[in-house]
Nanobody, 121 residues
């Protein structure tokens, strides 16, 4: 099992940047496929980016390619999401998620509590 805690959200101006962090505890995060999701008010949760166990397979939602970068630092058991050129439509609660096994787009089992990102304009 793994526990996930997100941080790094906040209120930012459009065009700004944020780096979200997801600290994993329990089993090493290096044994999990991990991902970032977000959920805006009255909208479904959407997968933004995912990274395989080895870090050599990465998925990005088409609409965020070029602005969002997923990375992991196994020595710190931490997953990151760098977000550049923030837009008001990026406003949402951002969640970290993890699963065992391969397949970046398969259902995720473990979830953090989320961190709020609000982009003003």
């Amino acid at each position: 099992q793994v526990q996930l805690v997100e941080s790094g959200g906040g209120l930012v101006q459009a065009g700004g940047s944020l780096r979200l962090s997801c600290a994993a505890s329990g089993r090493s995060s290096s044994t999990y496929t991990m991902a970032w999701f977000r959920q805006a008010p009255e909208k479904e949760r959407e997968l933004l980016a995912a990274m395989g166990k080895s870090g050599d397979t990465i998925y990005y939602k088409d609409s965020v390619k070029g602005r969002f970068t997923i990375s992991r630092e196994d020595a710190k058991n931490t997953l990151y999401l760098q977000i550049n050129s923030l837009k008001p439509e990026d406003t949402a609660v951002y969640y970290c998620a993890a699963r065992t096994g391969g397949g970046l787009l398969l259902p995720y089992v473990y979830w953090g509590q989320g961190t709020q990102v609000t982009v003003s304009s």
